[in-house]
């Protein structure tokens, strides 16, 4: 197991790598100048010249790439162009918005993707097999833009029962201490605040599960029919065993190995931040972060915050690997 | 089983959870009667505001610190601000007599020497520390285009600056909220350090910087002005996505909101708990012809594409008539517009008769460059593009419609690489300098002149008119330079546009100020 997980770490590398190099690459390829973003439209050439220099620019780029490799072993990520700040430090606050956000939105996806999909495919071909079927394709169809702005205009100006945007009520403002604002409440005994913190993430959580719990839930379905037909169903149930617990216990253990590969996956993809929702509910998130580093072609946030992002994304899939091998017994690692 | 149990617990909470919170209304807001939320597009990208070249930081540094001079209330006309009186005989030597008792924040004095050590920082900077330092005064210390000889304190409330030649904008120039003075003992501890932790002499002082999300500065006891500010705290809160700004306005989590979507307008005004709020126009928006490029190297042709275009449609259907047609390359609010110009009326046949003379009788082919971003002064460039072309193919050309993302837009732009293309310009202090020099000269060819637009005479008249300190001859000399450019026509000018706000109806005592940095030192609730 530990040769195992050693392994595979050890696989991360030229992965990752290779993920730096094509992104520096990339940013490199599009126009526009970090200088002349930075020193805005009333620039003069000399002055574009001498921000260049200082920012190590007017280098050949593979100088440029091995200076940052070298920085990047070091752990250390780069500075801001923009800000001038450590990206180390910046990224954490947008990160922590993000993964708050990420939890919240997968564990609803989980909840009903997973419990609609059993349904279905226990009910197979009934109404509510159809119709959570047809929700689900509308799901992963809905544009966010339409669904987020619909949300707001319901729950917060017809019913006023939640907030449009943002983590938090401005008016009383929490105390970051770890960025997770969840924790950040409840390790100062703030319950009012946690429950304000908890409102302001129901609306952008529901924009952001509808895609993965639509995929989850398709994905349970068939892989529950499938699990459904097998001979070890049919023998549990003529002992009588009652079909909640057929369904539920016996059929679902088997069929879940495929619906955590998915969920893994949309998990990562809920981690590298949803540029659309962030954007719809002001949320101060990673995907926000690495869009306006594109704006103002801020190479070295572009390219830590990829780094970052890819990593939690492959060991994410590394953890999935792993929770295989705990579930399903016959699953070894060597 | 026990697992079992545990999960099931864990889902009948949820389940509670999830109902209560649906069942709570709208929760408890702390006193709303002196805290502003003002809800904008982006954040701030430093809170120095002499380091950065962008609005949403002097948004907020236009209330944490004061510069000299200032702007009036709703113009760019030079008032007193930190300096109570100043004068000058020649032009070169300018005397500024400063109020006393003022207070920084971190309860430095503020003095003659403050204001010393501010000249003295952004003098020995460079172009990336302080990039409008650069183009305002022309360089730093020992450069040879700088403007300013020396800074000098004489007693405790005097300052003299001297200058190596006249400057006509100069007064302006100090009034900008990035030279605003700030405290020497902040910055003094390092540059990095003090665009995060701001102290000025301002209303308000700082509070608490959420990247991306929120800036929170209060009240300042202190401040010498008694009786301001009305408000305890301000949090400006950074929504980028224009209709949920207004949705949160709506539901009341903000007070206040910049960058209304014209079409929104209608909306607001017909909502009892809103106000609309326009804020006087200091842009312009416009067509560029490049000059340099076939066919619009001919006069006839940039003359007739200006016949061509019908601006009043385009304002009436996405300005939603939030915008006056533009004749001229500035508006009319400054000083040295020239009022007496023709304007090219929208004339089909009188185009086609310019193309027939240049030599193009049945038109051509040709890209226009639709602006991907929507501004204040061009809301919607893909549906605007998509009248000019229309309009275009009326006199036989026919335009292709091309965007690009908007660093890569304004990249390929400035290299002359497109045939016409939409931008636009807000202006910076109110001065002709800032709108015609700047769009228009020789001299800023491959910087903000996309146009490659070059005339010998004009630029004789710009350099005149900076030197020249009496504004009535300076008028004149500005006057002049745009019946050279109505002639020449290398714009096709298309709107200045009244960009919009929103606020509860309760908010009193806001006044949009032209340079979009709103001074909130006044604002209440009632």
Known sequence: MLSYIGRRLIQLVPVLLGMVFIVFMMIRAIPGSPAQIILGQQATPEAIAAMNAKLGLDQPWFTQFFKYLAGILQGDLGESMRTRLPVADEIWPHLAATIELAFFAIIIAIIIGINAGIISAWFQNSWFDYIAMVLALVGVSMPIFWLGLLGQWVFAIEFSWLPTTGREQVRDPVHAITNLYIIDTLLQGRFDQLWQVMRHLILPGIALATIPMAIIARMTRSSMLEVMRSDYIRTARAKGQKMFWVVYKHAFKNAVIPILTVIGLQMGMLLGGAILTETIFAWPGIGRYIYDAINFRDYPVIQSSILVIAFIFVMINLIVDLLYGLIDSRIKYD | ?526
């Not at chain 2, 110009?341 to 008769?353: F, L």
């Open chain 2, 1 to 526: 089983m026990s697992k079992k149990r545990m999960w099931s617990v864990a889902l009948i909470l949820l389940l509670v959870l999830s109902t209560a919170l649906a069942a709570c209304g709208k929760g408890s807001s702390s006193s709303k009667e002196d805290t502003l939320v003002f809800g904008r597009g982006g954040d701030s990208k430093s809170l120095d505001p002499s380091r950065v070249t962008e609005g949403e930081t002097f948004k907020v540094t236009v209330n944490l610190f004061e510069t000299l001079l200032n702007f009036g209330e709703q113009d760019t006309s030079i008032q007193p601000g930190l300096a109570k009186e100043w004068n000058t005989d020649d032009g070169l030597t300018y005397t500024f007599k400063l109020r006393e008792g003022v207070k920084f924040h971190d309860g430095t004095d503020f003095n003659a020497d403050a204001v010393v050590a501010n000249f003295e920082r952004w003098a020995n900077g460079d172009a990336d520390k302080f990039p409008y330092y650069n183009s305002m005064f022309g360089g730093f210390k020992g450069d040879e285009g700088h403007v300013i000889e020396s800074v000098t304190a004489d007693g405790d409330y005097t300052v003299i600056i001297k200058l190596k030649r006249t400057q006509a904008p100069f007064l302006k120039n100090i009034a900008m909220s990035m030279f605003a003075i700030a405290s020497p003992t902040a910055f003094e501890k390092g540059d990095d350090q003090f665009e995060r932790n701001p102290v000025g002499t301002g209303p308000f002082e700082f509070v608490e910087w959420k990247p991306n999300d929120s800036i929170t500065i209060k009240k300042f006891d202190g401040y010498w002005q008694k009786g301001l500010p009305k408000l305890n705290k301000i949090v400006f809160r950074s929504i980028p996505d224009n209709s949920a700004r207004l949705n949160a306005l709506i539901a009341g989590e903000i007070d206040l909101a910049d960058g209304i979507n014209p079409s929104d307008a209608e909306k607001i005004e017909g909502n009892a708990d809103l106000q609309l709020i326009k804020r006087p126009s200091m842009n312009v928006g416009y067509l560029g012809l490049t000059v340099t490029r076939p066919p619009f190297d001919k006069k006839e042709v940039r003359q007739a594409m200006n016949h061509a275009i019908d601006k009043e449609t385009i304002i009436n259907s996405f300005f939603e008539g939030q915008a006056n047609i533009a004749k001229n390359p500035m508006p009319p609010s400054i000083s040295g517009y020239n009022d007496d110009i023709e304007p090219y009326e929208y004339n089909p046949q009188k185009a086609k008769e310019l193309l027939a003379k240049a030599g193009y009788p049945d038109g051509f082919e040709m890209e226009l460059w639709a602006m991907p971003v929507p501004r204040p002064y061009m809301p919607d460039g893909a549906k605007v593009a998509e009248v000019i072309q229309s309009n275009l193919a009326d006199i036989g050309i026919k335009a292709k419609i091309v965007s690009y993302e908007w660093g890569t837009y304004l990249d390929k732009a400035s290299k002359g690489e497109a045939d016409a293309f939409m931008l636009g310009w807000t202006g910076d202090n109110g001065d002709a300098d800032n709108f015609l020099y700047v769009l228009l000269d020789e001299d800023n060819i491959g910087s903000n002149n996309y146009t490659y637009f070059k005339n010998a005479k004009m630029h004789d008249l710009f350099i005149q008119a900076q030197t020249e300190v009496d504004e009535n001859k300076r008028v004149e000399l500005y006057k002049k330079a745009q019946e050279i450019i109505h002639e020449e026509a290398p714009w096709v000018p298309l709107a200045h546009s009244t960009p919009l706000l929103a606020a509860t109806k309760d908010l009193k005592g806001f006044l949009p100020h032209p340079t979009g940095s709103d001074v909130l030192s006044n604002v209440e609730f009632k």
